[in-house]
């Protein structure tokens, strides 16, 4: 078998190594990680005809610009992604959710993700990765999965193997939709927030600010005043939580989030609202919309039905 | 024993068992958590138990709020199983370049560092929790004396091995971090080992540890 690998060239902004994560391990302080928008994730490896979870190579804003070496590889990339493949005689402007292919010397540079945050690369085979807890994702803060935990860095060599050389044209058609309102569940601590506080919670716009990785995502708006206590005895935490410390200002607990928290919990993000979440970058402008759990059990339905309608599309 | 289930979200079970943090409370969280956790129940992807809660994330695919309720309400609990428990020893080294905010605790508090320590190591404490970094210990209860606030504004950097004070709590922070207690020590010790993939705590909730005073030199040479 030949070998076939990237050199990094450029290593982008926070590059990483994802799968679907880690279970069972919160009560020992590890959270689940994986990829942070799951659709985009599934998409890529059911376009490259992969298993499931393999794991597939994350970026956020800027993507990294890397040298193929070896015989042939087909790959394609997922999200909102502006992407060019530099063949020796000619560039082409790729596009996504579709497979290309790379030979010898062919560079692929991913510029950036489009009024989005995350976009996925996967390769048509496995890539070389280190596996903890049964999952290669890296969570950069900890400094747990493959890479020793650490992000994509310059000159390093990402070694392919088992490439499958399926049809090269396979494609699907498909735009990410923006999300308006992001639908949540009262939390736990609803009732420690003013009158006021929870007018303000669903009716006004929040802010997405620069503050924002794949642990959490911090906002900024009108102040929701507490009106019980700003602590609470140290508790669990899931992703999709919506803390508010004292300053008033909501924190959204993405998927590298600590698995213990202080902070009132004023509500949780419904899990098929998540993947669009996640991909909302800094500036943007998003509204709390309250929902009941039997109706957010139906759109989780309705999302799952939609990605599984999503890969019987692909050609 | 659990006083109320409720749903945190669409994907898990908040079970409330009082709002006391007492050993006794926090060992019918244990016990639940380490029932459950072995009857391996189809759809439940974590457990995160802490003082006085038990959070049970589940697999929205596979099951959702109201059935997994049941079941574990229904939960027949082992009860001749008897609670494991470690007693574990942890050195640490109280130097000033370890110790950061021992004089702003001798202020805050009122007692001299002397009596600070002489408190501190007095004491066994019990492991109510582990999480928000891993393997991080909750531990507890400190003397009375010792209860105080976290600081104002948190460090952004915390080197691992610290061992922090906050409330009526005790921690070691088990890798570089960022954190808002009051740092009186480091320990030469590695608390949490991610090479191990079955047992990478040291301690676990439930055990009991003794701190043990170390010198400088004791310190350098621990891990020689």
Redesign the interface.
Known sequence: MTKNYFEVIRPGINTTFQDLGR????????P?SGAMDNRNFILANAISRNKENTPVIEFAYQGPLLKFKGEKVNFNITGNVSFKLIKREEQIEGNCYQNYTLEDGDHLDILSTNNSVYGYLAISGNIDVQF??NSCSINT????GAND?KKIEKDQLIKILDTHSHNSNRKLEYINSKIENIRV?K??NFNYFSDEGKKIFFEKEFTVTKLTDRMGMRLEGPKIENIVDTNI??????K??IQVPADGNPIIMLSDH????GYP?IG????SDYDKLVQLPPGSKIKFKEIE?SD??IL?KLY?METQNLVSKIK | MIKNI???????L?CDFG?D?NKEINSKVIKY?KNI?KKEIEGI???????????I?FD??VT??NSLKKIIENLELNKTEKLESNIIKIPICCEKEFAFDIKQLEEKLKISETKIYEKFFSKEYFCY????????P?LGDLDLSLKTKRLETPRVKIPKGSVGIAEQFCNIY??E?PGGWNIIGNTPINV?D?TK?KE??LI??GDTVIFEKISKTQYEKYND
Do not use: C, R
């Open positions: 279970k069972n391990l919160y009560h020992i302080g590890i689940f903890q807890w803060k900890a400094n747990i935990g569940i939390g736990t005895k140290s508790e669990g935490i899931i999709g939580v600590g698995t213990i928290g919990k949780v993000v419904i899990s759990l957010a059990e989780f799952e | 409720s749903n945190l979200g669409d994907a898990a908040y709002s943090v958590f956790k992807i974590n457990l995160t138990p802490s003082y006085n809660k038990l959070i994330s929205l695919k959702n709020y929790m582990t999480g928000f970094i891993a393997g991080l909750f088990t890798f971090s949490f991610k993939e990478p705590n676990n909730p």
